[in-house]
């Protein structure tokens, strides 16, 4: 059984970057393909952005190419969604995902077994 604990979330104004974290533990990290998702009030939850395994290969959701990345450090069994030049409409409590046997192009929220708990992100002049 995998737990998942996201961090970093906040309040920030338009144009700055957060950089959240989802820290994994109870499982093997490396083998499970990972995601972040994000929900705002309401709205459906929805893909944000994907990757693999290894990390070689990720996936986003076209509204967010060139301004998030995701990347995850195995040794520190840890996930990451950097997100610069942030806007009001990014507002919405993100959530890490995690799937074994899940190809690391995988957006559909049915596809992943666990998931953290979610971080708040609010972005606001």
């Known amino acids: 059984q995998v737990q998942l604990v996201e961090s970093g979330g906040g309040l920030v104004q338009p144009g700055s970057s957060l950089r959240l974290s989802c820290l994994a533990s109870?499982?093997?990290?490396?083998?499970?393909?990972m995601a972040w998702f994000r929900q705002a009030p309401g709205k459906e939850r929805e893909f944000v952005a994907s990757?693999?395994?290894?990390?070689?290969?990720?996936y986003y959701t076209d509204s967010l190419k060139g301004r998030f990345t995701i990347s995850r450090d195995n040794a520190k069994n840890t996930l990451y969604l950097q997100m610069n030049n942030l806007k009001p409409e990014d507002t919405a409590i993100y959530y890490c995902?995690?799937?074994?046997?899940?190809?690391?192009?995988?957006?559909?929220?049915?596809?992943?077994?666990?998931w953290g708990q979610g971080t708040q992100v609010t972005v606001s002049s």
């Open positions: 109870g499982g093997t990290f490396s083998r499970y393909a």
């Open positions: 995902a995690g799937g074994l046997g899940v190809a690391g192009t995988q957006t559909s929220r049915v596809a992943y077994d666990y």
């Open positions: 990757i693999s395994w290894s990390g070689g290969s990720t």
